[in-house]
Nanobody, 125 residues
Framework: QVQLVESGGGSVQAGGSLRLSCTASGDTLSRYCMAWFRQAPGKEREEVARMRSDRTTNYADSVKGRFSISRDNDKNTLYLQMNSLKPEDTAMYYC???????????????????WGQGTQVTVSS
């Protein structure tokens, strides 16, 4: 059983930066495919970025070049560095984990994985 706790959200002006953290307990993050999701009011949940156990990464087109996902194995923590924030980045951000089988991890597989409680990011114009 993995417990995930996000932190680092807040309110910033457009163009600003935030770094989200997702600290895990119960197991080692490096064994999982980790992802950051976000959901804005009235919108569907969106995958923002993911990192496989081998540290390969993928990003949504909407955040490429602005967001960076990373992992600190010693701290068992996943990060999302968010730069050049835009009002449309406003959402609740969640981290999620699913065991990394070595095969492609489909978006839907995260639904049966582990989730944190979320942290709110608000970007004002």
């Amino acid at each position: 059983q993995v417990q995930l706790v996000e932190s680092g959200g807040g309110s910033v002006q457009a163009g600003g930066s935030l770094r989200l953290s997702c600290t895990a307990s119960g197991d080692t993050l490096s064994r999982y495919c980790m992802a950051w999701f976000r959901q804005a009011p009235g919108k569907e949940r969106e995958e923002v970025a993911r990192m496989r156990s081998d540290r390969t990464t993928n990003y949504a087109d909407s955040v490429k070049g602005r967001f960076s996902i990373s992992r600190d194995n010693d701290k068992n923590t996943l990060y999302l560095q968010m730069n050049s924030l835009k009002p449309e980045d406003t959402a609740m951000y969640y981290c999620a984990a699913v065991a990394d089988s070595g095969y492609y991890i489909y978006y839907t597989q995260f639904s049966s994985g582990y989730w944190g409680q979320g942290t709110q990011v608000t970007v004002s114009s």
